[in-house]
């Protein structure tokens, strides 16, 4: 059975501990090799090593966790939302555990509405997008999700679309593609949109076969965002679409396998008022595949 | 994706511009610029979507605009939220008049879309408004003091 370190304050150790405890061991012994729930005032406090299997639980404000996850090379931070947070970490405890990382599974199970859209270059993604999302009836939901996945969506397909191919092209010393050309996409690049919804919530996924988005290239972009909160006057975009969908999700959970393949999932949580939408501290997730020798031959 | 339309009215230096669809890196408001109106007032109830592209033309547009006297109408929930995001939307001096905000009614059980003025707002405190089905009050459905943080622009 695997072992789960605890280290929080009382009152949250006795809730994480029954909450956790059918499906894992709760274990008081360090190792630097566990996987280790905590909270963020130990982190501030220098009381606990952050690692990539480390969780930290926080209340503090979006600009201040992205700072903090920047500081301390967080990957998974956990916003301190009470009638969710014990779901979040017992999903991406399975998920880190389990090392199987692609899709949203680990967060809706099976039973799921989906919708795949495969692009194979940068025209009409807009169009796309809307088309598929009349397919899902958000009953249930604030008013508006629709316009936040088409935003979401529009955000990070641009960014699949231009960045991966662009960096091929600067290796190869050519100059980048502009926002306002199109691309096209050769032979085995892909780059894959997946919408799913339950009774949970409603999730984007945004795939490609890149695998450019690191954690320090992801959270350098977020931390310039919150600070500067301005466009970059850059051709491949504005350097600002990360930031736009992280503050339009629920949790954002970025999957990499480096040179291979990135996948970028926001979750809306279902919820009938707007207000507990955007007053819910967001969760931020990190998941690295290692890519293995055999992979690299 | 569906280009920015421009509906234009001049009339007597001022100028009426209806936005329609969606503001991205495609959009080009040189006509605009062209009409060297004193005034002008923007009209943003039928923009669907501004991505962070299209923020950046605006803010470059902005830049180039030389009318004295710039206003926003209608503004859909998903642009103030934009403009409370990023720098640079709205240029100081410049007046957003009216927009939508979420309320929510709950003996109906659901939220509402509704359109404020930003003299309605006062000390960054949501106006009361009535639902149109039932009449009951609603309740304002975002966190005041993130919602009209562009107010204080």
Known sequence: MIKIILKLPADSQKEVQDFLSPHFLISDEESVDEYVITDVHYVLNNQVQVTPRTFVISN?????????????????????NPQVYLDEILDNLRKLTSKQFWGFKHYFGENL????????????????????????QFDGYFSSPNDYLRLMANELLSNSLYKGP????????????????????????????????????????????????????????????????????????????????????????????????????????????????KSRIRSFHFFEEVVSEKTHA | MKRLTLNKKLNDGVLHVQLIGNIDEDTDLTEILETKASEVIF???????????GIREWIKFLDNLSAES?????????????????????????????????????????????RI???????????????????????????????????GK
Do not use: W
């Open chain 1, 60 to 80: 503090l404000s979006d600009q201040e966790n992205v700072l903090l996850i920047h500081k301390y090379r967080i990957h998974h931070l956990i916003g301190k």
């Open chain 1, 113 to 136: 509405q989906e919708r795949i859209i495969s692009f194979s270059d940068s025209t009409n993604i807009q169009e796309k997008m809307t088309e598929e999302l009349s397919n899902f």
């Open chain 1, 166 to 277: 662009n960096k091929k092209r600067l290796e190869k010393g050519l100059e980048s593609s502009d926002r306002r050309s199109p691309v096209f996409l050769k032979g085995s690049d892909l780059v894959q949109a997946t919408l799913g919804a339950n009774d949970k919530g409603v999730a984007l996924s945004v795939q490609d076969s890149f695998g450019e988005l690191t954690h320090e290239i992801l959270i350098t972009n977020l931390v310039r965002s919150f600070e500067e909160k301005t466009p970059l006057d850059k051709k491949d975009g504005a350097g600002l679409g990360l930031y736009l969908t992280y503050l339009h999700s629920n949790q954002l959970i970025v999957n990499l396998k480096p040179g291979f393949r990135t996948e970028v999932i926001c979750i809306i949580d279902k919820n009938k008022r707007f207000l507990n939408y």
């Open chain 2, 43 to 53: 009209d943003f109830d039928q923009v669907e979507l501004i991505n962070s592209c």
């Open chain 2, 70 to 114: 710039v206003q926003y109408e209608n503004c859909p929930q998903i642009i103030i939220e934009q403009i409370n995001m990023v720098h640079g939307f709205i240029r100081p001096g410049s007046k957003l008049n009216s927009f939508y905000a979420p309320y929510y009614c709950e003996d109906c059980d659901k939220e509402r879309k509704t």
């Open chain 2, 117 to 151: 003025t930003s003299n309605d707002v006062k000390s960054k405190k949501a106006p009361k408004m009535n639902c149109p089905d039932c009449g009951s009050e609603m309740e304002f459905d975002a966190l005041e003091a993130t919602y009209f943080n562009f107010l």
